[in-house]
Each structure stands twice: as structure tokens, then as C-alpha cells.
């Protein structure tokens, strides 16, 4: 397979008896811009360090793979013509996101959704040119907001999706964070994440300075099937 140098689009899509695991060969098809490997619930073993080398690969598909196992490997910081990363529904796949893949120059959307990750710092985004993050049906149960600094702000960052995870955080203090560093976040998804507490003071005196008055941008805000209390009548206009 790694003799097919001109070989620019790969596709091991929905194959349920293939068997065996991903061969580290693919790494030496530096022609390729596309590789979609999905849907085949009977390959094994890891993502390979390998793919690291497909230094023109602009889109990376490795989805719903349900006996895929392992971490994310660091080696995929190495794609610096990245753009689209696609990790979503490998529920064996576990730890955490690698720092440095937050910083890939040109990677504007990273989908791990329903898989087994279970560390996520906030703060990793802010020097991302990432456009979208998709983090929903994981383990998330260590998390970290990034410190209120106004100078540490990202304006590319438009897609939030952390639905599913046991975040067990206070639902104001949350998104004020979120806003805050990511003002020009357009869609914020957190169904399911046991968010607590009210969404902003009762006392209308009390709402200026809130995330209801910085969510300028925000078109849709999705929270539900969490222990959200206090009174939603009372938000104010933005």
C-alpha cells in the first residue's frame, strides 16, 4: 500500500469483515490530502504514530471504529496542512487531546466526539485557530475554565459542543469563562453536562458585568438536561 506515491484520496470505509489493524504504511503515501478509515467495527489496535508523516494530508477521518483503542498520538502534530480532524464515535479511544494539536497552524475543526476522553483544559484553545471543537459523549470529568484575562482572548474559535460530559460546574461561572475568552462564539452546546446554579442573578442590578450582557454573538445555546435552577424569566435584553 505505501508504494501508491501518486495516491491522493483513501477511503476503508464500512468494511465489516475486515479484521487486523491499520498498517503504518499508509504513512509513506505523501501524495495523499484525504483519509477517511470508518466504519469498520472490527479493526484493532491504535491510530498509527505513522499517519504523522502525511505531511500534505488536509482532512484525517478516522470515525466509528468501535474496537480502535489507545490515545491520540502526538505524531499527528506533524500535519501542518490540517485542516479538518475527525476522531468522533472510537469509544475505546481514552486520555486526553494532545496539547500540540491544538496549535496545528491550519486546522479549523477537530470532532472527538463519543469517545473515552477524559481530561480537557480550556486554555488550550485560546492560541488555536480552530473554528469548531466537538467534544460531546466523553468521559470529561477533569476539567479546566481559562483564567478571567481580558488580553488572552480568541476570536476564531465560533463552535463549542461538550454535551454528555459530567462537567459538574456552576452554570454561570461556566459560560461567563467561556465568554470571556471566546467572545465571538456563535454556538455553545452543553446538554447533559450536570451544569448547577442559575444562569444569571435574579436581581436585574446585578446583571451587568454577566456573560448575558458579553454573549453578543452567541446564536444558539443549548443546555438542556442539567440541574439548571433560578428563574429563566428574568434574563435581560442583549
Not at 70 to 98: E, V
Not at 118 to 145: E, K, M, P, Y
Not at 162 to 189: H, K, M, Q, Y
Request: with cysteine; glycine share 6%; net charge negative.
Amino acid at each position: 500500500l505505501g508504494l501508491l506515491q501518486n495516491l491522493q484520496e483513501l477511503f476503508i470505509f464500512n468494511n465489516p469483515v475486515l479484521s487486523g489493524s491499520m498498517p503504518p504504511q499508509i504513512g509513506a503515501l505523501s501524495s495523499l490530502v484525504l483519509l477517511n478509515i470508518g466504519f469498520n467495527p472490527n479493526l484493532v489496535g491504535s491510530i498509527p504514530p505513522e499517519f504523522g508523516l502525511l505531511s500534505n494530508l488536509q482532512t484525517l477521518q478516522i470515525t466509528s471504529n468501535s474496537q480502535l483503542s489507545g490515545t491520540i498520538p502526538d505524531d499527528l502534530q506533524r500535519l501542518t496542512n490540517l485542516r479538518a480532524l475527525y476522531l468522533s464515535a472510537n469509544p475505546l479511544i481514552s486520555g486526553t487531546i494532545p496539547a500540540r494539536l491544538f496549535a496545528m497552524p491550519v486546522l479549523q475543526v477537530m470532532d472527538v466526539s463519543d469517545c473515552s476522553i477524559d481530561t480537557f483544559n480550556v486554555s488550550l484553545l485560546q492560541s488555536s485557530n480552530l473554528r469548531s471543537i466537538l467534544l460531546a459523549g466523553n468521559r470529561i470529568v477533569h476539567f479546566s475554565l481559562p483564567p478571567y484575562e481580558a488580553g488572552d482572548l480568541s476570536m476564531s474559535l465560533g463552535e463549542i459542543d461538550l454535551s454528555g460530559n459530567p462537567l459538574n460546574i456552576d452554570v454561570a461561572v461556566f459560560i461567563s469563562a467561556i465568554i470571556n475568552v471566546f467572545p465571538s462564539l456563535e454556538v455553545l452546546r452543553c446538554n447533559g453536562c450536570s451544569l448547577q446554579g442559575q444562569l444569571c442573578s435574579e436581581n436585574l442590578q446585578q446583571f451587568s458585568g454577566t456573560w448575558c450582557w458579553q454573549a453578543n454573538k452567541l446564536r444558539i445555546l443549548q443546555l438542556s438536561s442539567n440541574m439548571i435552577s433560578g428563574v429563566v424569566l428574568n434574563f435581560p435584553s442583549i
